[in-house]
């Protein structure tokens, strides 16, 4: 039982290449979550999903894609990678009626 | 605009002694807190929580106090140990989606 693992867990761009990052549980959660944690500001959400073939934008979803084709998958895309997207990457993910998410371990993204 | 403040970017407190970490929010219409705690080069992992009909919550050697008129909560650790040095998030939710809304963290470094 792994709970949420991301992949890859770190990563080099340079500036307008394109990657994606996929998050994955086995809790058979139906919310699944994308942040971006940049320092002194905390976790910002970047999109959600409240269930397969649902997404939603966040505080921060400007340059992100997202994508949630099957309930245990919920990738971010990222089209055209900016130095600004430098950061660490998680997913998380919780059930429908808990507030407690389940955090995966984070991707280290670097945008050159 | 944060909504959820976390004013002090650091801690550091003697082993056994008392650690004391706040957490300020503006929106009143959040209904659940939580606390994460984070080492580096991992996910935070969900710490304690507390309901806005409750005023304290305690597990073990943590407690969560909320005062819903001055829109303020604390996390009390007692006795604080080494292995307790980590970034603490204090996060807020009342949205559809259990989003949570995250306080920019506090280091808490306990010393031997």
């Known amino acids: 039982n792994a709970g949420v693992t991301q992949t890859p867990k770190f990563r080099v761009l340079k500036t307008g290449q394109s990657m994606t990052l996929l998050c994955a549980q086995d809790?058979?959660?139906?919310?699944m979550y994308w942040y971006r944690q940049d320092p002194g500001m905390g976790l910002r959400l970047i999109h959600y999903s409240v269930g397969e073939g649902t997404t939603a934008k966040g505080e921060v979803p400007d340059g992100y894609n997202v994508s949630r084709l099957k309930k245990q998958n919920f990738l971010l895309g990222l089209e055209s990678a900016a130095p600004s997207q430098t950061s660490v990457y998680f997913c998380?993910?919780?059930?429908?009626?808990?507030?407690?998410?389940?955090f995966g371990p984070g991707t280290r993204l670097t945008v050159t | 605009d944060q909504q959820v403040k976390q004013n002090s970017p650091s801690l550091s407190v003697q082993e056994g002694r008392i650690s004391i970490l706040n957490c300020d929010y503006t929106n009143s219409m959040f209904d659940y807190f939580l606390w994460y705690k984070k080492y580096p080069a991992e996910g935070p992992t969900f710490l304690i929580s507390i309901s806005s009909i409750k005023d304290k919550n305690e597990d073990g050697r943590f407690t969560v106090f909320l005062n819903k008129s001055a829109k303020h909560l604390s996390l009390h650790i007692v006795p604080s140990q080494p292995g307790d040095s980590a970034v603490y998030f204090c996060?807020?939710?009342?949205?559809?989606?259990?989003?949570?809304?995250f306080g920019a963290g506090t280091i808490l470094r306990v010393k031997s």
């Open positions: 809790m058979n959660h139906e919310y």
């Open positions: 998380a993910a919780t059930g429908l009626a808990a507030y407690e998410q389940y």
């Open positions: 996060a807020a939710s009342w949205e559809y989606g259990n989003k949570l809304v």
